[in-house]
């Protein structure tokens, strides 16, 4: 049989081409492309005249996992030339690879992400021997910018070095098999005539052995599992996501770079190149001189010639501009000296010439490309509720009409749709808020979102309840997750949802150790039970259930809690308000026992073992509960100790906050304690005591302030003492140098 192998790197211009050239030249039978092979019906529709970039996205999803996988396609990608070649030619194109979703692929949301790490070993090592800085520069030096002549042996050889011996994984070898069927069958059916292969090249070692032998009939499609849902469309694409530097796994960083190397050869992509740079950066007020582009240029053209390329390569004019545009040390080595996304602290003029190279192309689909029925259910219900424009949106969240607008953006929020921010309006756990605002732009990402969102469900409802479904699943009993993803369905109105989800939470409620998220679970809970105007949720059996559950053992864990002099937790702190609210507000409907609750804040109150912050909420947490308390002056001078007082008091401002300023007394008495403290021992209070008071609103911190000086002064005010003009760091001074006078008169008897 004559079969034609070409390996090849994705998103190459130099293997592109010769894939085009080699096709046109042997006008073959069959073109074997490496790509997924259920979207062999559809390629006419890829075919269509769409403007590249784009790419074929896979959405998966069954009991066990979903998955998501994209295969990018450009101009100058070897699998599209492929394509257009065969069809210029009248061979048939077939994909041949398996689907996004086979199991061979669960790890891989990136088809053509290169096989580098597989065997970086043998990269490295010829990196060291041309003596360049990674892979990138070394494929520019030996095949982009290299004589054309012997392109094909040449990259035979590299990918049969690089390859070697690797042991490939299960993934790979299910792949390569599969693939192989496809060769045998096509050379048995192509009478003679050639066929080409185009696979990546670290297969291409591996399919010329396998096709020696093995079944030649026309291989199977594999079928998904009958519970999974799998849906593939076309789906813009843009350089920006092509960008090695913007994490992208191709291998080929700088697309806007490869796309003039493709349409105009490399000198002229070098010009093109240093055009870009220059624009962006005179575009940001940076100051490029003529001056600078000759030193730029001339050092781009002296790179090249000391480096062998017959023109300059992408590196040699980066290089060049990077030495003409920055006059001082780099801190971050040059990207382009790298891999990956770039680093914190990379230089803004670099930052500005990667972006430049990276380009600001997106491709759009043709007009007759067939979309999910999520886009068209999406586009019609903003249509419906007059939400397809763009700008500031207010809603009223008491009025029915503006209610539904807002379950659809919280819909396009969970699906991660952009264009659609939520600038303010209900949280979890928060009191509740009755209006929300929106931020509406048009954004240009917004069809590839809702394409790749597509596989969710065919419209928004059913496609938010999915996403919720999928992430209860992975939860795994974490409070404060499926907290947020019942608030997130009730926000939707996704009812369905919540099923599922309430079982999880209350097993999670029963097994819970965090003391702090059972408290933020019980909190978004209570709220949803309790406020029905937002969430239709108002005396749910089922969240009733939840809330019994977590009272009981929110109290169990507080009591069991040891620790000392710890400091303030702000977690276990509210998880304690939050069951003086659910004993507030459900305890006649739901039976919860208000008695045993206080006895049990009573023994942590009296328990010099549990963490003093602890012992405060507890002592508020009957305060609140009963409306009075026993002796709170014996008790508050009881727990003023330096090292602890702010803790105490954070605690019990968090739970008895209103009866601590109406009670008669309390400020003047916690004035009293504080002035009482010396210098050190403020200042050792001081940081818990700051956190304490921050329980009290501004309002209610200016009521406390006046009565304080309504005390010590006839004509100052509460806004004297909280608003002070002078700086902090002259008034710790001031205090300082009175410390010392006061320490030499006492030394020389003059005061006592």
Same mark, same amino acid.
């Given at each position: 049989?004559?079969?034609?192998?070409?390996?090849? +790197?994705?998103?190459?211009?130099?293997?592109?081409?010769?894939?085009?050239?080699?096709?046109?030249?042997?006008?073959?039978?069959?073109?074997?492309?490496?790509?997924?092979?259920?979207? =062999?019906?559809?390629?006419? !529709?890829?075919?269509?005249?769409?403007?590249?970039?784009?790419?074929?996205?896979?959405?998966?999803?069954?009991?066990?996992? /979903?998955?998501? *996988?994209?295969?990018?396609?450009?101009?100058?990608?070897?699998?599209?030339?492929?394509?257009?070649?065969?069809?210029?030619?009248?061979?048939?194109?077939?994909?041949?690879?398996?689907?996004?979703?086979?199991?061979?692929?669960?790890?891989?949301? =990136?088809?053509?992400?290169?096989?580098?790490? +597989?065997?970086?070993?043998?990269?490295?090592?010829?990196?060291?021997?041309?003596?360049?800085? =990674?892979?990138?520069?070394?494929?520019?030096?030996?095949?982009?910018?290299?004589?054309?002549?012997?392109?094909?042996?040449?990259?035979?050889?590299?990918?049969?070095?690089?390859?070697?011996?690797?042991?490939?994984?299960?993934?790979?070898?299910?792949? !390569?098999?599969?693939?192989?069927?496809?060769?045998?069958?096509?050379?048995?059916?192509?009478?003679?005539?050639?066929?080409?292969?185009?696979?990546?090249?670290?297969?291409?070692?591996?399919?010329?052995?396998?096709?020696?032998?093995?079944?030649?009939?026309?291989?199977?499609?594999?079928?998904?599992?009958?519970?999974?849902?799998? &849906?593939?469309?076309?789906?813009?694409?843009?350089?920006?996501?092509?960008?090695?530097?913007?994490?992208?796994?191709?291998?080929?960083?700088? #697309?806007?770079?490869?796309?003039?190397?493709?349409?105009?050869?490399?000198?002229?992509?070098?010009?093109?190149?240093?055009?870009?740079?220059?624009?962006?950066?005179?575009?940001?007020?940076?100051?490029?001189?003529?001056?600078?582009?000759?030193?730029?240029?001339?050092?781009?053209? $002296?790179?090249?010639?000391?480096?062998?390329?017959?023109?300059?390569?992408?590196?040699?004019?980066?290089?060049?501009?990077?030495?003409?545009?920055?006059? !001082?040390?780099?801190?971050?080595?040059?990207?382009?000296?790298?891999?990956?996304?770039?680093?914190?602290?990379?230089?803004?003029?670099?930052?500005?010439?990667?972006?430049?190279?990276?380009?600001?192309? *997106?491709? /759009?689909?043709?007009?007759?490309?067939?979309?999910?029925?999520?886009?068209?259910?999406?586009?019609?219900?903003?249509?419906?509720?007059?939400?397809?424009?763009?700008?500031?949106?207010?809603?009223?969240?008491?009025?029915?009409?503006?209610?539904?607008? *807002?379950?659809?953006?919280?819909?396009?929020?969970?699906?991660?749709?952009?264009?659609?921010?939520?600038?303010?309006?209900?949280?979890?756990?928060? %009191?509740?808020?009755?209006?929300?605002?929106?931020?509406?732009?048009?954004?240009?990402? +917004?069809?590839?979102?809702?394409?790749?969102?597509?596989?969710?469900?065919?419209?928004?409802?059913?496609?938010?309840?999915?996403?919720?479904?999928?992430?209860?699943?992975?939860?795994?009993?974490?409070?404060?997750?499926? $907290?947020?993803?019942?608030?997130? %369905?009730?926000?939707?109105?996704?009812?369905?949802?919540?099923?599922?989800?309430?079982?999880?939470?209350?097993?999670?409620?029963?097994?819970?150790?965090?003391?702090?998220?059972?408290?933020?679970?019980?909190?978004?809970?209570?709220?949803?039970? +309790?406020?029905?105007?937002?969430?239709?949720?108002?005396?749910?059996?089922?969240?009733?259930?939840?809330?019994?559950?977590?009272?009981?053992?929110?109290?169990?864990?507080?009591?069991?809690?040891?620790?000392?002099?710890?400091?303030?937790?702000?977690?276990?702190?509210?998880?304690?308000?939050?069951?003086?609210?659910?004993?507030?507000? &459900? %305890?006649?409907?739901?039976?919860?026992?208000?008695?045993?609750?206080?006895?049990?804040?009573?023994?942590?109150?009296?328990?010099?073992?549990?963490?003093?912050?602890?012992?405060? $909420?507890?002592?508020?947490?009957?305060? *609140?509960?009963?409306?009075?308390?026993?002796?709170?002056?014996?008790?508050?001078?009881?727990?003023?100790?330096?090292?602890?007082?702010?803790?105490?008091?954070?605690?019990?401002?968090?739970? &008895?906050?209103?009866?601590?300023?109406?009670?008669?007394?309390?400020?003047?008495?916690?004035?009293?304690?504080?002035?009482?403290?010396?210098?050190?021992?403020?200042?050792?209070?001081?940081?818990?005591?700051?956190?304490?008071?921050?329980?009290?609103?501004?309002?209610?911190?200016?009521?406390?302030?006046?009565?304080?000086?309504?005390?010590?002064?006839?004509?100052?005010?509460?806004?004297?003492?909280?608003?002070?003009?002078?700086? #902090?760091?002259?008034?710790?001074?001031?205090?300082?140098?009175?410390?010392?006078?006061?320490?030499?008169?006492?030394?020389?008897?003059?005061?006592?």
């Amino acid at each position: 049989m004559t079969v034609t192998f070409l390996g090849v +790197r994705h998103h190459s211009p130099a293997c592109a081409r010769l894939v085009a050239d080699t096709i046109t030249a042997l006008r073959p039978a069959y073109v074997l492309v490496e790509g997924p092979a259920d979207m =062999n019906p559809r390629l006419d !529709e890829l075919l269509l005249g769409h403007e590249l970039p784009v790419a074929v996205y896979t959405g998966y999803r069954d009991g066990q996992r /979903s998955h998501g *996988s994209w295969a990018p396609l450009c101009a100058y990608s070897p699998e599209w030339t492929a394509l257009t070649a065969a069809r210029a030619t009248g061979a048939q194109a077939r994909f041949i690879d398996l689907p996004a979703w086979h199991p061979a692929l669960s790890g891989l949301h =990136n088809r053509y992400a290169d096989a580098e790490a +597989r065997y970086s070993a043998a990269t490295e090592r010829l990196c060291r021997e041309f003596a360049v800085d =990674n892979i990138d520069t070394l494929w520019d030096h030996l095949f982009e910018i290299a004589p054309a002549d012997g392109l094909a042996d040449r990259l035979a050889a590299y990918f049969d070095l690089v390859r070697g011996d690797t042991e490939t994984g299960p993934g790979d070898t299910a792949r !390569e098999r599969y693939m192989a069927h496809w060769v045998r069958a096509a050379a048995a059916d192509a009478d003679k005539r050639p066929v080409v292969v185009v696979t990546g090249g670290f297969h291409r070692p591996a399919l010329i052995r396998l096709v020696q032998q093995g079944d030649r009939d026309w291989p199977a499609q594999p079928e998904p599992p009958g519970d999974a849902v799998v &849906a593939s469309y076309l789906v813009p694409y843009s350089f920006r996501r092509l960008d090695a530097f913007d994490g992208y796994q191709s291998g080929m960083p700088s #697309p806007a770079y490869y796309q003039h190397l493709w349409d105009h050869g490399p000198d002229e992509a070098a010009r093109r190149l240093t055009e870009a740079v220059t624009a962006r950066l005179r575009g940001r007020r940076q100051p490029v001189s003529t001056a600078d582009l000759i030193a730029a240029r001339a050092t781009a053209d $002296a790179l090249a010639m000391l480096r062998g390329h017959p023109a300059p390569a992408r590196t040699d004019v980066l290089d060049g501009l990077a030495t003409a545009l920055i006059g !001082e040390a780099v801190d971050v080595p040059l990207p382009w000296a790298t891999r990956g996304p770039l680093r914190a602290g990379t230089h803004p003029v670099v930052v500005e010439m990667v972006a430049a190279l990276s380009g600001d192309r *997106s491709g /759009s689909l043709h007009p007759d490309t067939p979309l999910p029925p999520l886009v068209h259910a999406v586009d019609r219900q903003l249509g419906e509720h007059g939400l397809d424009g763009t700008g500031d949106v207010r809603l009223d969240l008491t009025a029915d009409t503006d209610r539904l607008r *807002s379950r659809l953006l919280h819909r396009l929020r969970l699906l991660a749709i952009p264009g659609f921010e939520r600038a303010s309006g209900p949280a979890a756990g928060r %009191a509740p808020v009755l209006a929300e605002r929106w931020l509406l732009d048009a954004a240009a990402d +917004r069809l590839p979102a809702l394409i790749e969102a597509g596989s969710y469900g065919t419209d928004p409802l059913e496609a938010a309840a999915a996403v919720i479904a999928e992430r209860t699943a992975t939860a795994d009993g974490d409070m404060d997750a499926l $907290a947020g993803l019942l608030f997130d %369905a009730a926000l939707c109105g996704a009812v369905e949802a919540t099923g599922p989800m309430l079982d999880r939470l209350h097993d999670a409620v029963t097994a819970a150790v965090d003391l702090g998220a059972l408290g933020h679970g019980l909190t978004v809970v209570l709220a949803m039970w +309790r406020h029905d105007t937002l969430f239709d949720t108002a005396g749910s059996a089922t969240l009733g259930t939840v809330v019994t559950a977590a009272v009981r053992r929110a109290l169990w864990l507080a009591e069991g809690v040891r620790g000392g002099a710890a400091p303030a937790d702000r977690g276990r702190i509210q998880a304690v308000a939050g069951v003086r609210d659910a004993l507030r507000h &459900a %305890a006649a409907a739901l039976g919860l026992d208000v008695a045993a609750a206080l006895g049990v804040a009573d023994r942590i109150a009296a328990d010099r073992d549990a963490p003093p912050d602890l012992r405060g $909420a507890a002592f508020g947490l009957g305060w *609140s509960l009963r409306g009075t308390a026993t002796d709170p002056d014996r008790s508050l001078r009881g727990a003023f100790t330096p090292a602890t007082a702010g803790d105490w008091l954070a605690g019990l401002f968090a739970l &008895a906050r209103e009866e601590v300023l109406h009670t008669g007394g309390m400020v003047e008495l916690l004035d009293e304690l504080v002035g009482a403290l010396t210098h050190d021992d403020f200042l050792v209070a001081l940081p818990a005591l700051r956190q304490a008071f921050g329980w009290f609103p501004p309002r209610e911190r200016h009521q406390l302030a006046t009565r304080v000086v309504a005390a010590r002064s006839a004509t100052a005010t509460g806004w004297d003492l909280l608003r002070l003009d002078a700086d #902090p760091a002259l008034v710790a001074a001031g205090m300082a140098l009175d410390e010392r006078v006061d320490g030499a008169l006492r030394r020389e008897g003059l005061i006592q």
